[in-house]
């Protein structure tokens, strides 16, 4: 089976910066997309970050120039650098992965367990 687990979470001062971390574990062939969405209470879950097996990279545009995605394939983690963070990104983001458990199969999705960020203004 497949784990995500996510670190870096926390509260921060308006125009601070948080890095995030997703590291997979288990037994599975390769990792595809790395995603990083975020959700606040009574609202739909949004994408904030995407970055591809081949490294290409895409932001929401609230993120852009603020938020960086990273991987790093042997140690099968996404990092989600944040600065200039602002009250409005106070969210639980998640994590997601579409990893491919042996060669040939479709990607399968697995998401981390959410990590808070709070951001104060």
């Known amino acids: 089976q497949v784990q995500l687990v996510e670190s870096g979470g926390g509260v921060v001062q308006a125009g601070g910066s948080l890095r995030l971390s997703c590291a997979a574990s288990?037994?599975?062939?390769?990792?595809?997309?790395m995603r990083w969405y975020r959700q606040v209470p009574g609202k739909q879950r949004e994408l904030v970050s995407v970055i591809t097996s081949g490294g290409t990279t895409t932001y929401a545009d609230s993120m852009k120039g603020r938020f960086t995605i990273s991987r790093d394939n042997a140690k099968n983690t996404v990092y989600l650098q944040m600065n200039s963070l602002k009250p409005e990104d106070t969210a639980v983001y998640y994590c997601?992965?579409?990893?491919?458990?042996?060669?040939?199969?479709?990607?399968?999705?697995?998401w981390g367990q959410g990590t808070q960020v709070t951001v104060s203004s």
């Open positions: 997601n992965f579409r990893v491919r458990l042996r060669p040939g199969l479709r990607g399968t999705d697995y």
């Open positions: 288990g037994r599975f062939f390769s990792i595809d997309d």
